[in-house]
């Protein structure tokens, strides 16, 4: 299994831009987890889904970010405009049912 | 609130030592426990997963362990290597919200394994 992947692994971008994030998950997943991680604040969960279905977004920083995830092999995050602040480093991850989560490699933002 | 909490922030020892590495959370009713490890620049690359009704898990020269009375997890890393050299960190589920599969994080271990 190739295991979770992310593109693109490095996104630079200017203040006001869109940014897509995007995520394939492992095939067989039922759940999907959308992190970000600062040097400031960690590892936080910002959204997950469960059979596709946006299960809790409580960790959606502002309305600027979004998530879908049209079908079972492919999701994104979105935010729009992007701020400096934004910038971190987004992981995707995915597990079936309640065990273990396998993270995908990340796909470091800046926002200038 | 659940929080989870990890010492050392860092750690630097000479090859061959076997260590320990420590993870404390504040509300014992957790459903599992999840140690990763995760190079610089890196993902995080699932280690052990231990359920609440275990008391270890081995993977290896590691070893993990719970005692959810006591809100603590252990990572014991036997006759480390310089290709342990990684951040460490443990996560538990925020079931206070309800949610089985979120998962707070500790802000990890930075373990350093010189030759």
């Known amino acids: 299994d190739a295991g979770v992947i992310q593109s693109p692994r490095h996104e630079v971008t200017e203040m006001g831009q869109e940014v897509t994030l995007r995520c394939k998950p492992i095939?067989?997943?039922?759940?999907l987890f959308w992190y970000r991680q600062t040097m400031m604040r960690g590892l936080e969960l910002l959204i997950y889904?469960?059979?596709?279905?946006?299960?809790?977004d409580s960790g959606m920083p502002e309305d600027r970010f979004s998530a879908k995830m049209p079908n079972a092999s492919f999701s994104t995050l979105k935010i729009q405009p992007s701020e400096p602040r934004d910038s971190a480093v987004y992981f995707c991850?995915?597990?079936?049912?309640?065990?273990?989560?396998?993270f995908g490699p990340g796909t470091r933002l800046t926002v200038l | 609130k659940q929080e989870v909490t990890q010492i050392p922030a860092a750690l630097s020892v000479p090859e061959g030592e076997n260590l320990v590495l420590n993870c404390s959370f504040t509300?014992?009713?957790?459903?599992?426990l999840q140690w990763f490890r995760q190079d610089p620049g890196k993902g995080l690359t699932s280690l052990l997963l231990?359920?609440?009704?275990?008391r270890e898990q081995t993977s290896g020269r590691l070893n993990a362990s719970l005692d959810k009375s006591s809100g603590r997890s252990t990572l014991y890393i036997a006759a480390s290597q310089p290709g342990d050299s990684a951040t460490y960190l443990c996560?538990?589920?925020?079931?206070?919200?309800?949610?089985?599969?979120?998962?707070?994080f500790g802000a990890g271990t930075r373990l350093a394994v010189h030759p």
């Open positions: 991850a995915s597990s079936f049912g309640r065990n273990e989560q396998f």
């Open positions: 095939s067989g997943h039922d759940y």
């Open positions: 889904f469960n059979n596709n279905v946006p299960i809790d």
């Open positions: 509300d014992s009713a957790i459903y599992n």
């Open positions: 231990i359920q609440s009704s275990q």
């Open positions: 996560a538990v589920p925020n079931l206070f919200s309800g949610g089985y599969n979120k998962l707070i």
